[in-house]
């Protein structure tokens, strides 16, 4: 299981989105977060859907391993559509079973609420995490926020200290595999028992699991400050961001796709939550 988790991993490659400056995917990432929440329809929905698959299509990461990266969060995807099943009323219930009542409306909020889940992940991993390199959404992070540098935030710290978290999750989740494995040769049991017992039987993986995360920590300062790593003070870059056209053609193209979501709000407001 912890190795179908993908998030913050990076796929090395030359699809048009691996191609676009960091700074845009930056953007068009928070304008997509906010479209999805604006969408208030199935037909919204059904256009952010097209519009994440033929971002997925562009990405050129086989769609094998982005689906397995919703494996991990299976259970969570389903606590949220049962929540909304139950806990959504409406005018007439479908299913009147004592004090378990299932309303239309709440099945239908349900369908909606998990597919905005989905969508949220897989959009923002394909747009961001997946086709951007630590090194890009680094540079990326700091050039946006750069007017923040006037009244003394500390931007590009900022900047590395995110870029660093997302680049150890992956790191952090191998090492986890690793250290479950060895208690299992052991004969660590995390399958059985009750909560309590299988709470227990994780002290032995966390206490490893910190004090590697924290050598990892001490290893990475000593090698940053071996380079001579002063911050962002009188830091030059190999690489120089600068705007290509195709960035301006996927705004463009973001700024249309916006567009009929709000559109499929006002004038197609059926099956809305």
């Known amino acids: 299981m912890l190795k179908d988790i993908t998030l913050g991993q990076y796929f090395p490659g030359d699809s048009p989105l691996h191609k676009l400056d960091p700074r845009v995917k930056l953007v068009l990432?928070?304008?997509y977060i906010v479209i999805i929440f604006i969408a208030k329809g199935a037909a919204g929905f059904?256009?952010?859907?097209?519009?994440?698959?033929a971002l997925i299509m562009l990405s050129k990461i086989p769609f094998s391993v982005i689906m397995r990266?919703?494996?991990?969060l299976i259970f969570i995807?389903?606590?949220?559509?049962?929540?909304?099943?139950?806990?959504?009323?409406?005018?007439?219930?479908?299913v009147n079973f004592g004090f378990i009542k299932i309303y239309y409306e709440g099945i239908l909020y349900a369908v909606l609420m998990v597919l905005r889940v989905v969508l949220l992940l897989l959009g923002t991993s394909v747009l961001l995490t997946y086709t951007?390199?630590?090194?890009?959404l680094t540079d990326?992070?700091?050039?946006?926020?750069?007017?923040?540098?006037?009244?003394?935030?500390?931007?590009?710290?900022?900047a590395m200290m995110m870029t660093i978290a997302l680049r150890?999750?992956?790191?952090?989740?191998?090492?986890?595999?690793?250290?479950m494995n060895a208690q299992k040769a052991r004969g660590v049991d995390f399958t059985t028992?009750?909560?309590?017992?299988?709470?227990?039987?994780?002290?032995?993986?966390l206490i490893p699991l910190f004090v590697s995360a924290f050598r990892r920590a001490d290893e990475l300062a000593v090698a940053m400050e071996c380079r001579c790593y002063r911050g962002g003070e009188g830091r030059t870059r190999m690489t120089i961001l600068r705007l290509a056209p195709r960035d301006f053609v996927a705004v463009g193209t973001f700024a249309l796709f916006c567009a009929v979501v709000v559109a499929t709000n006002i004038y197609v407001p059926w099956l809305t939550i």
Do not use: Y
């Not at 951007?132 to 890009?136: D, G, L, M, Q, R």
């Not at 150890?168 to 250290?179: G, H, Q, R, S």
């Open 193 to 205: 028992g009750g909560l309590l017992q299988r709470a227990k039987a994780l002290i032995p993986i």
């Open 77 to 94: 995807i389903a606590f949220t559509a049962v929540i909304n099943v139950f806990w959504t009323t409406g005018e007439k219930p479908l």
């Open 168 to 179: 150890f999750i992956p790191t952090l989740i191998e090492e986890t595999d690793k250290i």
């Open 29 to 31: 990432t928070i304008f």
């Open 69 to 72: 990266g919703l494996k991990p």
């Open 140 to 158: 990326g992070i700091e050039r946006l926020l750069g007017p923040l540098k006037k009244i003394k935030m500390p931007v590009h710290e900022f």
């Open 46 to 53: 059904l256009v952010i859907t097209l519009f994440t698959l």
């Open 132 to 136: 951007t390199s630590p090194i890009a």
